[in-house]
């Protein structure tokens, strides 16, 4: 049996991916700003959990593979942190490495409306 992998179509980076799906116009453009919302609001937090944790890299003076070795992760995740490469790390990830450093995350939602 041959698997067909062939590419029909590829969506570029920044479209409407809903729009493309075939969604109405007014509803792609509200599922598009909602989704694009989300997304900023999750890097948003994913910076600020990094920062937290590269401040105390640096406010310890140690090392990379130091760190790594404190946070029960790899030398290039540290990297990775440091570097706030918010694509490679889930929030849960984050805060657990707080977590181990004795910095429990407090989550707070705000009304904004």
């Given at each position: ?42 890097k ?27 946070l ?14 918010t ?27």
């Amino acid at each position: 049996m041959k698997v067909d992998t062939a590419i029909r179509h590829v969506t570029k980076a920044g479209a409407n991916l809903f729009l493309e799906l075939g969604f109405p116009p007014e509803e792609a453009r509200r599922l598009h700003a909602a989704s694009k919302r989300q997304i900023d609001d999750a890097k948003m937090l994913k910076e600020q959990l990094m920062g937290e944790l590269a401040a105390w890299i640096e406010q310890h003076h140690l090392k990379q593979a130091q760190a790594a070795e404190i946070l029960m992760i790899s030398r290039p995740r540290v990297s990775d942190v440091v570097n706030k490469k918010t694509a490679k790390f889930t929030i849960d990830a984050l805060v657990g490495m707080l977590s181990r450093i004795g910095k429990p995350v407090r989550l707070a939602v705000w009304d904004t409306q």
